[in-house]
């Protein structure tokens, strides 16, 4: 049933309370980590620095490779962009950006370790897996089914060992916020996460804070592909729509990965879509955590059309770009 999951979901918002802001927060991904396997392009305090305190982001998303973190030398690195992030009141979410799905267990005993070298509070938040695919259960054979009960496996695995950080949770289909809900018959098998969470009883954690995470690109197909944004529902790529239906099950969300355009500008086409997401998200601070935009860091090429960072080493002595001071939310 929704409507009791919608009353506990409501009482537990309290504990949403004590994060570093009111929501929603406008934050960033940092990308680089996971682009080589030595983490030579991870972002780094001074990252944090600019990001933080001069593009004014108030949340940090951090994507890396999950081998990468066998590495002691790529871990703290993470670890060191965590702390000073969380020294200027700004959480960070971990980002495991692998796309293929592994086994409940697989991902408790992946992330333990980790969450031992951080604060266990609200700071701190974990994204089990970027996309995930390649679901291979003999059994439960409906990828979205096999993804709400492994979450679950996965949710209470890391409750047990007394961790209390906020989990966000993807879904098979590139995590898109317009495939979250296909609203299937009952007679269909399901095909969208929001028809295996209510056919299941729901994502399961006694401590309410599992937060949906998903990913909204403008161009055709949602790829983020193309710099160029087509028309789209409700004149926000439907993130209102989608807003509904998390409210209806009594969830947040994070919006995980979005993007219109870069440092350089806004082509013509993302324009209005650009404002009408803002406001979209801020309309919908019920729901919205945090709005997560992509293309952050030092790693991107010059030609990346949603490269949020200036020319390369001209970032500490140019005024920050009217696109970025948008999607941070000023």
Request: glycine share 6%; proline share 6%.
């Amino acid at each position: 049933m929704i409507l009791p999951r919608v009353i506990a979901a409501a009482t537990a918002l309290l504990s949403f309370a004590t994060a570093a802001e009111a929501a929603p927060r406008f934050g960033v991904n940092l990308a680089g980590c996971s682009f080589v396997a030595n983490g030579a392009l991870c972002p780094t305090v001074a990252d944090v620095a600019w990001y933080v305190d001069k593009a004014g982001f108030r949340s940090i998303r951090l994507p890396f490779n999950g081998s990468q973190m066998n590495d002691p030398v790529v871990l703290q690195r993470v670890v060191d962009v965590v702390k000073a992030a969380n020294a200027r009141n700004v959480p960070v979410i971990l980002d495991r950006h692998d796309y293929k799905w592994p086994t409940p267990a697989e991902q408790i005993a992946f992330w333990l370790p980790i969450l031992r070298k951080l604060d266990n509070s609200e700071m701190v938040m974990i994204d089990l897996m970027n996309e995930p695919r390649f679901f291979t259960d003999p059994v439960v054979t409906n990828d979205w089914m096999q993804w709400v009960r492994d979450t679950n496996q996965i949710v209470a695995g890391i409750r047990n060992a007394g961790f209390k950080h906020r989990i966000l949770v993807e879904w098979p289909q590139w995590s898109a916020s317009f495939r979250f809900d296909k609203n299937e018959p009952a007679s269909r098998d399901c095909e969208s996460a929001a028809c295996a969470i209510d056919r299941s009883g729901g994502l399961i954690d006694p401590l309410n804070r599992i937060v949906l995470s998903p990913h909204r690109y403008f161009d055709t197909g949602s790829s983020g592909t193309n710099a160029e944004c087509v028309s789209e529902p409700a004149g926000d790529g439907g993130l209102k729509i989608f807003a509904a239906a998390a409210r209806k099950r009594g969830y947040r969300a994070i919006l995980g990965e979005y993007a219109l355009g870069s440092s350089k500008g806004l082509p013509a086409s993302c324009t209005a879509i650009a404002a009408n997401v803002v406001k979209s998200i801020k309309t919908d601070s019920d729901v919205w955590l945090d709005a997560m935009a992509w293309g952050g860091g030092r790693a991107w090429t010059e030609s990346y059309f949603f490269k949020i960072e200036p020319t390369k080493g001209t970032r500490e002595s140019v005024p920050v770009a009217a696109y970025t001071k948008l999607i941070a939310g000023q």
